[in-house]
């Protein structure tokens, strides 16, 4: 195996990336849920706070009672519903905010917690899990969520992660070519 992984072998992971939420019964292993999280610990983070805190949900109850409050929300969402209380492991991907609330303080944060959820599924893939980024649901009940998981009243929640080993086969994703999406220089101009 090369030290270094390859543009190729990375761009194998990235094509086969899907939101998957529905999962079999395998269970997946602390051992392998810790190096998903060292994969997200690995993320750039603005000052190189590394702010980002996981909680990992396995307990059926506490699933029960996250699944409960979530379907008490009326928001569509796209793709199907997750069933919560049956995901192997839910990850709480949360931090404080040590930025402040300027707009800069945003981009910081923001620029802080999304790459190391990526770092987190690009991993959960490459292990042959599969997971989907769920940025709404720990939103819309936080109040509730944050007092069932302990949570302290200046931390936030920025993604709840539903990892298992997915149901279904899925192949590669499809997504528009680079030339409906790059332009040179200015907007509108051809790639």
């Known amino acids: 195996m090369p ?24 269970p997946a ?15 750039p983070s603005a000052k190189n706070v590394q702010l980002l805190r996981f909680i990992v949900v396995r307990d059926r109850a506490l699933k029960q009672q996250i699944s409960r409050l979530f379907e008490q929300s009326s928001e569509v969402v796209p793709g199907g519903p997750t069933p919560w209380e049956e995901v192997p492991v839910l990850i709480f991907v949360v931090s404080d905010d040590p930025f402040g609330a300027s707009p800069t303080g945003a981009l910081a944060l923001a620029g802080s917690v999304y790459p190391g959820i990526q770092n987190l599924l690009l991993a959960a893939q490459a292990a042959g899990l599969g997971s989907v980024l769920t940025t709404s649901r720990g939103k819309l009940k936080e109040p509730e969520i944050k007092k069932m998981l302990n949570l302290p009243d200046d931390f936030q929640i920025h993604a709840v992660l539903p990892i298992g080993y997915p149901a279904v086969k899925l192949g590669k994703n499809k997504r528009k070519p680079v030339g409906e999406v790059a332009f040179r220089d200015r907007f509108g101009e051809a790639w």
Do not use: G, H, K, P
């Not at 190729?8 to 086969?16: A, H, K």
């Not at 292993?29 to 690995?42: G, M, P, Q, S, Y």
């Open 3 to 26: 030290e270094i992984a390859t543009l190729e072998s990375l761009e194998q992971i990235m094509v086969r990336q899907r939101a998957v939420r529905t999962f079999t019964d395998q």
């Open 29 to 43: 292993d602390d051992a392998l849920v810790e190096r998903l999280i060292d994969a997200a610990t690995r993320a």
